[in-house]
Every structure is written in C-alpha cells, then in structure tokens.
C-alpha cells in the first residue's frame, strides 16, 4: 500500500500533513490528516490518538478547528484524523446529510447499495492502523476519540475491541444510536430492519455487556442543541451504573455542540490520554 | 443603530458571539464577531483586539480556526472580528477571489462601481468601534491585528491613526502593496490609476513617514507561498531601518500561509499587546 503525500506543514512544534492512499477495505481513495510532534521525527515510536469526526465532516475539521496540536506537541501523542465515509464517484451516496457520503456511521455496512464500500469500521479497526504503524513513527499503544458521530464510533470501536485501545473519549457522542432518530435512519440503512444487528454498534448496549474495564472520559455541552433527541449521554450514563463501569461523564454548562466545545476541553481530553499511553507499567 | 444577536455560544472562559447590524458607512448589513472573556460581563471595561482577515474570509475563520479565545479569556481581552468586505445581493462584485466581495482590502474606494460601499477603512476606523464601545463592556483602548490583506489593514490603519491603537501585530501581512500583484490589481480597481493615492494604504510608505512609534511585531512563516512575489515584509524592513523605526519582525522556519501557522503564535501576539493595553501608566 502506498501513501501519497498532499500537503505538509509547520504547526506547533510538530508537521500537520495529509496523505491519501488506496482503501482496498473500503474499495475507494481515501485521504487521512495526521500530527507529528517534531519529537516524533527521532527513533523514538509515539502512542497514537485516533480522531473521529462527526457527520459532514472530512479529515480537516478537527485538524483545523480543535487546536489539538499544541498538547499533542507537548505530550508527545501522534494525531491521527481519519475521513467520515468511502469517498469518489464510485460511492454511492444519499442526498441527506446525515447518510451515505460524510455520515459512514463507521459500521461495516450489509445492505444493498452501502455494502460494496461502507465498511468503516474494518477501515479505522485494521486497515488504517496498519498503514499508519508500519509507515510512521508510532507504537502500537492506541487511544480513540471522537465528536458527535465520531464519540459513537470511538466508543463502539473501543469496546468492541478489547486490549487494542488504552483509553478512550468523546465529545457528545451519540450514545444509543438505535434509540434516537440519526442513529435509527443510519443503522436500518447500512445495516438492514433486524435491530438485534444493531446492538453490535450501539455503545449503551455495548458497554452494559463488556468485561474489560476501559478509562472512558465523556464531555457534553448543555447548551447542545441535539443533546435530548439524538445523544442521550443519561442512557449511557444509566448503562454504566447498573454494569458497576467506572464512567467519567461531564456536562458543561453553555457549550453547544460545535468546535468550540472541543477546542476548549481537547487538552483535558488529551492529558486523560496521555495519563494511560504514556504511563509505562 | 441596532445590533441582532445571531449566535452566542460559550468558548473556554467567555462567550463567542456572532451580531449583525446595519451599517450605514458600507451601505448594507453586516455581520461581526465578539469574544467577551467571562470576566468581561463584570462592571469592569475591557481592551479590544481587533483582528482583520485575509481573502475571501469572513468572522468565522479566525473564530474557528486561531484558537485565540483562549488566551484572550485569560488575559482579558475582547476580540472583535469583522468581516472582510460589504456584503449582500446589491454590493458589486468580482469574479476573481482577489477583488469584490471578501476582498475589501481595509480602504475607501474611489472607483466606479465599488465606490458606493467598499469604503472598510472607514467602517473599521469609525463606524464599527464606535458601535463596540457603546454596547459592550470594553475601554478605548484599543489593538489591532490580522493575516495577509487583514496584516496590511492592521498595518496602515494603525499607522494612519496615531494615538488610535496602543500596539499593532500583524502574520504574513501584504507589507508593501504598490509593488506586488494583488495590490496592484486592488488599488488600481479601489482608487484608480494616480499611485500617489495608493501610497495612503502602504505599509512600507506609510511606515517610512510615521513620527509615532508604536509597537509593532510581524510574523512571518518561511515557508508561505505568497512570501517572495506577495508579502514583502523585507521592503518594510528596510523602510523602519532608514527611519530608525524599531520594528519586530520574526521569521519561522516550516510554517506556511495557513492557519495553522496563526493557531501556533497567536498567544505570543496576544501576550505581545497585553504588555501594551494591560499596562496602565
């Protein structure tokens, strides 16, 4: 597999860049952004954070907007900034925002026209880590995070995957996606009308049956416009009272659910992260 | 003159709010940004920043992208971000990215059919700080920065109006307009033909005149691709050393045009006119 460099740059004290390649998971070319502290251009490998992006979104808006760069260069944490969907022509797409192109769910999609390309979750769980550890200075100790529609996915991708994430977190993530109305539209798209199929990407259902005890940080913003309808942070909440799951949930006041909820709490996001990658047993 | 409120949302320690109003010196309504640190809603009054944007931007981008909430929350600035031209179905336009819409250039135009509202100079010299200091909570003293074409109207604003603005900053600015190809198109198209009207709005003849001394630091990244044939910061070096005039300008090794590399050194910026507005003699 190769990458093809698009652009680098000085940011922080460390290379903002963005590289495309060929997805043979996602059968499509797909373009990442990803951060190297300058320290990350020795012998030394890094630990890597995983960003997710919520709908609409590409690989430039959390590298442009959530200003991670200056605590990741401090602490030493290689940024990596996936797209939200297969990209191209080729895809098909719907004319909906919140499905088809930009809205991928990072599910594995089984239904007719999605499946030949929506399968997100196989891209961010093995192709795109692979890419990323045999090419760049990093070492296999992973964190996730995400915003939106990209919390859903950090969470269901970290608890669906025991022992390969160290910790993870999320910006108001769409916690219960099979009980609100984007989760509902989403899901019966990709993944067909049998909600049983469902519960495999639904991060309440997951972490009311996981085992593993993962470090989860959760920010909401109380001023969000879509925290009643679509988020649902308390069924989550309820989730991990019942399971005894040591979950770290935060609400805010007068934060909506844009970027700069994130650009404000991305450093305790990332100091949580670097309190468990950095911390050699 | 009425302000509406269009947005408002909490960034860091303070709100970041988006209003419109009618502006009568541009001949249309305009929109503006507002970062009010929390401390600014006490009784207290509080310097402003000013801060001009580059081609084809709006309030949003030094909103979104500079992360400078965060240091003005701490220090106590307010940061009011206009935009970077009239706007509206009934302001001339261009086609190109560079004249007409979002690409006002900080002047009073001359010229037919721009005349009639591209008149920014007065707008931001007069009309808009007039307005800011009657609603908000914020003192007459006053600061003044931006990028590129928003670094050239810091520049000659605050050189055109001694005792206005106690410091000026400026990354990546157009330092000497009459000599390079944007300026040349703008001016000639904003004021005509007679170049002698254009040294009014050139950094490096206005520098070359000034009798005031006003703290300047200028910012520029190595690796711009506008630096050699656009920006010219070394013509405005030579001008402030004929005239003896102390001017701080740092080149960065690896940074480029972008926002990134505004994101990197906007708190050494805001740290810089801190030492000037927060200091009272």
């Known amino acids: ?32 952004s990803i951060f190297l502290p300058s320290q990350a251009e020795k012998e030394q490998r890094f630990p890597v954070l995983y960003w997710l992006s919520g709908l609409t979104c590409t690989d430039e808006n959390f590298s442009q907007k959530a200003g991670a760069q200056r605590m990741a260069a401090e602490l030493g944490i290689v940024l990596v ?28 999609a089984t239904q007719t026209p999605w499946k030949s390309h929506y399968q997100m979750y196989d891209y961010l769980v093995k ?19 995400g915003h ?6 950090a969470l269901t991708i970290a608890l669906k995957n025991p022992g ?16 609100c109305p984007w989760g509902e539209k989403a899901l019966a798209a990709y993944l067909g009308p049998d909600k049983t199929l469902w519960e495999e990407y639904d991060a309440t259902v997951l972490l009311s049956r996981s085992t593993e005890r993962l470090p989860i940080l959760i920010s909401q913003g109380e001023a969000d416009q ?6 649902k942070p308390n069924a989550l909440k309820a989730a991990a009272e019942a399971a005894g799951y040591p979950l770290k949930l935060e ?21 949580f992260h670097a309190d468990y990658l950095l911390h050699i047993d």
Chains 1, 2 share one sequence.
């Open 251 to 271: 609400f805010h006041a007068g934060y909506d659910h844009s970027y700069y909820f994130i650009a404000t709490f991305i450093e305790q996001h990332l100091r």
């Open 226 to 231: 879509f925290l009643e309808e679509q988020l």
């Open 127 to 145: 192709e795109l880590p692979e890419l990323v550890e045999d090419t760049f200075p990093v070492s296999d100790r992973r964190a996730i995070s």
């Open 164 to 179: 390969r994430y160290i910790s993870v977190s999320a910006f108001s993530p769409i916690c219960n996606p099979m009980a």
């Open 81 to 108: 900034i996936p797209d939200t969907s297969p990209r191209g022509d080729s895809v098909p797409d719907n004319e909906s925002y919140d499905l088809g192109k930009g809205a991928g769910y990072y599910v594995n």
């Open 1 to 32: 597999m190769t990458l093809e460099l698009v652009s680098k740059t000085q940011c922080f004290d460390g290379s903002q860049c963005q590289y495309t390649h060929r997805s043979e998971v996602l059968d499509c070319e797909m373009r990442f």
């Open 148 to 153: 939106s529609m990209g919390g859903h996915g």
